[in-house]
């Protein structure tokens, strides 16, 4: 038997918070939904509140402890829409078995509609604890925390590549880049695309790596990329069609550590076309280490479009079979 743990620690394990939250304004893009990548940062605002709660703030684990809180893993299902307006009871429950190196917890999110209460999304999230070298620990580690303290994040899988990478070019290029030769080579005769960029600080924490919510904005903009690609560009089908972006479910798990500044290799790939209502893509993600490709996060989303039957009231927008040519068709190379 190990020794009992610290009165925080056993309540970061054990309790059950529940936290009242607001969506983002930003969130809210197209009509009076939150988009997907806000509904993924209230589940993790709602984690750090449960850390809060327990009496271990990331703010306190970093100064007082020397570590890092790292979201690692998130995966959320849409259950109803979330609207701008709305007060979102979020409900957090630990899930760490033993053994797990990671803590893990089930996230629920209600609303109330019309006087019921509501279950809007779920999500599972997995947080590591990094050690930073940055700072020095001003106290010893409370006891029980020590099996989630990691010296890295991970070990993501290598790749060799035969391309050779060409500069990354001058800062002024903005977005990135869809057209490289490591890029052409790891989608090779695959239906997908590609996107390299360098990341920037504010996609980043604890003055080094790229945190779980600057992949949430990896995602959400290679797939407006990915769109333009295709010719469904999101506002020339919102104008035309009536279509508003649906997300049901996302996942993104972080592999390996992803350094501010790295230039970051996104390859975005279609993987399945539901009956013309949804299509799933696979997202993976890779820096380039001593000539070799580093895989760093990889993830998944489903797609589909909503479309307005009534004032304020949507339904799933069926596919035609232009936009299933274009989600199937991979641009060419110059084209």
């Known amino acids: 038997m190990g020794p009992t743990p610290d009165t925080a620690v056993k309540a970061l394990l054990e309790t059950t918070t529940t936290a009242r939250l607001r969506p ?8 009076f939904a939150i988009g997907f990548k806000h509904i993924n940062y209230v589940s993790e605002a709602a984690v750090l509140n449960h850390f809060k709660e327990a009496g271990l703030a990331a703010g306190d684990l970093y100064r007082r402890f020397g570590l890092g809180f790292d979201i690692v893993d998130i995966h959320s299902r849409l259950a109803a ?55 020095k620990a001003e106290e010893e580690w409370p006891a029980g925390i020590e099996r989630f303290a990691a ?46 960029w360098r990341m920037p600080y504010f996609y980043c924490h604890f003055n080094d790596r790229v945190q779980m919510s600057g992949f949430l904005r990896i995602m959400e903009e290679v797939e407006d990329l990915f769109l333009a690609d295709r010719g469904l560009p999101i506002k020339r089908v919102l104008d035309t069609r009536g279509w508003i972006p649906v997300v049901t479910q996302s996942r993104i798990e972080i592999l390996d550590e992803t350094v501010m500044e790295e230039e970051l290799y996104t390859v975005y790939t279609v993987e399945n076309v539901f009956k013309t209502l949804l299509y799933s893509t696979r997202m993976d993600c890779y820096v380039l280490r001593d000539g070799k490709l580093v895989k760093t996060a990889t993830g998944t989303i489903t797609h589909g479009y909503l479309v307005e039957s009534a004032p304020n009231q949507w339904e799933m927008a069926e596919f035609d079979e232009s936009t299933v040519a274009a989600l199937n068709t991979p641009r060419k190379a110059g084209a």
């Open 151 to 196: 010296e890295r994040l991970g070990t993501g899988e290598t790749r060799e590549i035969a391309a050779a990478p060409v500069p990354y070019g001058s800062l002024s290029e903005g977005r990135g880049t869809s057209t490289d030769p490591v890029l052409a080579e790891l989608i090779g005769d695959t239906n997908a695309f590609g996107w390299r």
């Open 81 to 135: 829409l979330l609207a701008v307006d709305d007060d979102v009871e979020a409900v957090v429950t630990p899930a760490v078995k033993d053994g797990d190196g990671t803590l893990k917890f089930k996230v629920a999110q209600f609303v109330q509609r019309d006087g019921e209460r509501v279950k809007c999304a779920t999500s599972t999230v997995r947080v590591a604890l990094r050690v930073d070298g940055h700072i």
């Open 24 to 31: 983002l304004f930003e969130g809210n893009n197209i009509s």
